[in-house]
C-alpha cells in the first residue's frame, strides 16, 4: 500500500470568494450571468453549464449531468466541479485559471465588488488504497471499541501569514479545515481539504487579492504537510 500523490484520486474541487453584501449586484446577474457565458475565451461556457436556475436574490450555472455549478448571489460566488465530468483532474490548472480570470480578475473588477473577506479552495478525494480504510478506522479509534467501521472525523488548523507578522494593521490568516470520511462497508475514505484565506481588514478591491500566490499556498499544504500526514500515521504506520 503506498499513497505518492493525492491528485491521483481527486474527484472535485471547490472555488470561492465572499465579501461585503453587495445589493447592486441583485439587480445585475442577468447581466454577470451573461458576463460569465458569453465573455471572450470563456471556459465556464454554455457547453459547459447548459442551464441557468434562478433562486432567491440568486443565480447558478447548472450542468445537471456532471453536477457542476456556478452559484452568485450578493455576499458569494462559488464554483464547485465534480470529476470525472466536463472537466477531469488535468484540467484543475485551466480551471483554476478560468475562474481567476472570469470571476476574480473578470466580473469583479467589473462590478467593483469590494469588501472581500475570505477565499477559499476546496480540494475533495477518495482514496481507495486496499487496507486503507481500516486502517484509518484501527489507527483513530483504536481496539478498545470493537465494530466501528464508518468515521466522520473534522478538525481545523489556524496559520499564519507572513505579511501579518510584518505589516501593521493586517491580520490576515490562513484556515485549513479537514474532513475525513469512512463510509460502513466501503473500503475507500473520503478527504476534503477546505484551505481558506481571511483577510483582515476586508480588501478594498479583487487586485489586491494576490490569487496565485494563495493557490500555490494550498497547493503547498496538500503536498506538503497534509500527504506526509496520510502516509506517517496511516500508510507507514500499517507497513510497520
Given at each position: 500500500?503506498?499513497?505518492?500523490?493525492?491528485?491521483?484520486?481527486?474527484?472535485?474541487?471547490?472555488?470561492?470568494?465572499?465579501?461585503?453584501?453587495?445589493?447592486?449586484?441583485?439587480?445585475?446577474?442577468?447581466?454577470?450571468?451573461?458576463?460569465?457565458?458569453?465573455?471572450?475565451?470563456?471556459?465556464?461556457?454554455?457547453?459547459?453549464?447548459?442551464m441557468v436556475?434562478?433562486?432567491?436574490?440568486?443565480?447558478?450555472?447548472?450542468?445537471?449531468?456532471?453536477?457542476?455549478?456556478?452559484?452568485?448571489?450578493?455576499?458569494?460566488?462559488?464554483?464547485?466541479?465534480?470529476?470525472?465530468?466536463?472537466?477531469?483532474?488535468?484540467?484543475?490548472?485551466?480551471?483554476?485559471?478560468?475562474?481567476?480570470?472570469?470571476?476574480?480578475?473578470?466580473?469583479?473588477?467589473?462590478?467593483?465588488?469590494?469588501?472581500?473577506?475570505?477565499?477559499?479552495?476546496?480540494?475533495?478525494?477518495?482514496?481507495?488504497?486496499?487496507?486503507?480504510?481500516?486502517?484509518?478506522?484501527?489507527?483513530?479509534?483504536?481496539?478498545?471499541?470493537?465494530?466501528?467501521?464508518?468515521?466522520?472525523?473534522?478538525?481545523?488548523?489556524?496559520?499564519?501569514?507572513?505579511?501579518?507578522?510584518?505589516?501593521?494593521?493586517?491580520?490576515?490568516?490562513?484556515n485549513v479545515?479537514?474532513?475525513?470520511?469512512?463510509?460502513?462497508?466501503?473500503?475507500?475514505?473520503?478527504?476534503?481539504?477546505?484551505f481558506q484565506?481571511?483577510?483582515?481588514?476586508?480588501?478594498?478591491?479583487?487586485?489586491?487579492?494576490?490569487?496565485?500566490?494563495?493557490?500555490?499556498?494550498?497547493?503547498?499544504?496538500?503536498?506538503?504537510?497534509?500527504?506526509?500526514?496520510?502516509?506517517?500515521?496511516?500508510?507507514?504506520?500499517?507497513?510497520?
Amino acid at each position: 500500500m503506498s499513497l505518492e500523490t493525492l491528485d491521483d484520486y481527486l474527484v472535485g474541487i471547490v472555488l470561492g470568494v465572499r465579501f461585503r453584501p453587495n445589493f447592486s449586484i441583485e439587480d445585475q446577474l442577468g447581466k454577470i450571468t451573461d458576463d460569465i457565458l458569453f465573455s471572450k475565451d470563456a471556459l465556464f461556457s454554455p457547453d459547459k453549464f447548459p442551464m441557468v436556475q434562478h433562486g432567491l436574490n440568486e443565480k447558478a450555472l447548472v450542468n445537471e449531468e456532471t453536477g457542476d455549478r456556478l452559484n452568485i448571489n450578493n455576499s458569494n460566488i462559488v464554483l464547485q466541479v465534480h470529476m470525472p465530468g466536463s472537466f477531469g483532474p488535468a484540467d484543475v490548472p485551466k480551471v483554476i485559471q478560468a475562474f481567476d480570470r472570469q470571476v476574480i480578475k473578470g466580473l469583479m473588477h467589473r462590478y467593483a465588488i469590494r469588501d472581500i473577506a475570505r477565499v477559499g479552495l476546496v480540494r475533495r478525494f477518495v482514496i481507495d488504497l486496499e487496507g486503507l480504510a481500516n486502517t484509518f478506522v484501527d489507527k483513530t479509534i483504536g481496539k478498545t471499541l470493537e465494530g466501528v467501521n464508518d468515521i466522520n472525523l473534522r478538525f481545523s488548523k489556524k496559520l499564519p501569514i507572513d505579511i501579518a507578522l510584518i505589516k501593521r494593521e493586517v491580520n490576515d490568516y490562513y484556515n485549513v479545515i479537514f474532513n475525513i470520511i469512512k463510509k460502513a462497508y466501503e473500503q475507500e475514505i473520503y478527504i476534503s481539504i477546505d484551505f481558506q484565506q481571511y483577510f483582515v481588514p476586508p480588501l478594498n478591491a479583487s487586485s489586491e487579492m494576490q490569487f496565485e500566490k494563495f493557490v500555490s499556498e494550498a497547493e503547498k499544504f496538500a503536498l506538503k504537510r497534509c500527504l506526509p500526514w496520510l502516509r506517517e500515521n496511516y500508510i507507514e504506520a500499517k507497513a510497520s
